[in-house]
């Protein structure tokens, strides 16, 4: 049976929010988390490495609170990196699994990084791509091009604008097929999706919601194998990023990608397949 995004979609409501994820295969259960962007969802991430990744793992691709298919509580009152994390240990509760690998791509990878630190005995292995808040750039401009193309476009939410914040998602402009650009700029141009992303940024910036310490000043305490991703020519998070966690984690394999940017799953994507598969079967 071919996989789409309907005949995977399931649902739980978790404190009368009522949450979708996409659920395929079956073996060791793997949760996969997406970054933000205009337009993003589970399905948008990762809906084509499904095919191969299900054919090993229990795939669970959670659109995470205010994305996707996914309600949200109506104000966000913490930081929406510890709203998406308990999110992830409901889906786990609601589905009786005791423990999970997480994969997570930009921001998803600062979700699946503050919920191994928070629930460690919940998480086995971590796949982090060029995940937010754990990199750390000390020679480019901060922001970067890509989170100044995404701002930009939440401050102005138009066609052309999601289409600029789109090529600083890839090394190669031909990933940019005419199909994926528009699908991605009517989710994106949706004032719910906009609205969510604006409001999930506010807590990243609000001082009242900041952590007491930041995810990268924690990463020593993270005991979990972990793979790191980076593609060479991000331009959302640079892959210079990538020099700090490689050497705070405990346990962790740094893969840099050459030919890609932010979406690895995308434009190396057999290699992705390939990296996770050997990883979550045989770790380190």
Known sequence: MTLTAENTSRWITVGGIKLRYHEAGSGAPLVLLHGSGPGVSGWANFGNNLEVLSRHFRCLVL?????????????????????????????LDELGIEKASLLGNSMGGGVATLTALEHADRVDKLVLMAPGGVGVNILGPEPSEGINRLMAFNADPTAERAVDWLRTMVFDPAVLTEELIATRTAAATDPKQ????????ATFYNPKMAETLPLWARLKGLRHQVLMMWGRDDRVTPVEGALFPARQLPNVDLRIFSRCGHWVQVERKDAFERSVVDFLENGL
Request: no cysteine; net charge negative; charged share 25%.
């Open 194 to 201: 906009t609205k969510a992303l604006g409001d999930a940024y």
């Open 63 to 91: 659109d995470q609170p205010g994305f996707g298919g996914s309600e949200r509580p109506e104000v966000y009152e913490r930081n929406y990196l510890r709203i998406a994390s308990d999110a992830v240990i409901a889906l």
